[in-house]
């Protein structure tokens, strides 16, 4: 009897252990697949604003759009390029790259690259093609 209860009660931590482990783990993946939808979310809705910021360029003088990689500014109400790449948040790096198709159309790619975990770097890049329409 006294040995039965001793090996009833090691199955009975064995289950418990093995209970707890899974549950602890799966809150926490629940917990980092939230947090990585959260970012790409984010970073999803910046790139457009990169890519609507190029429209809003194109729209203003197809000229504008050069060739390089730049980042935004809001300057008299309007978007203008400067520089070659920007930090949002203290977080996101984005970077508009313009790139000449022929006279008349170009191809815009808003990229934006962060750091989820200091082994897993995360990227989200949209591309469109801009024509000049005017």
């Not at 783990?25 to 697949?33: M, Q, V």
């Amino acid at each position: 009897m006294r040995g039965q209860s001793l090996i009833e009660l090691v199955v009975a931590l064995g289950i418990f252990l093995i209970v707890v482990s899974v549950s602890v783990f799966l809150i926490l993946n629940s917990y980092i697949a939230g947090r990585l939808a959260s970012e790409i979310t984010q970073a999803n809705f910046l790139a457009e604003e990169g890519l609507e910021a190029a429209r809003s360029i194109r729209d203003n003088n197809f000229g504008d759009l050069t060739n390089g990689n730049y980042n935004l500014l809001i300057s008299g109400g309007n978007w203008q390029f400067a520089g070659t790449s920007e930090t949002i948040e203290g977080k996101f790096t984005r970077i508009i790259t313009v790139e000449e198709i022929d006279p008349d159309r170009k191809k815009i790619t808003s990229r934006l690259t962060w750091q989820f975990t200091q082994d897993r770097p995360q990227e989200v890049t949209l591309v469109t093609y801009l024509t000049n329409w005017q």
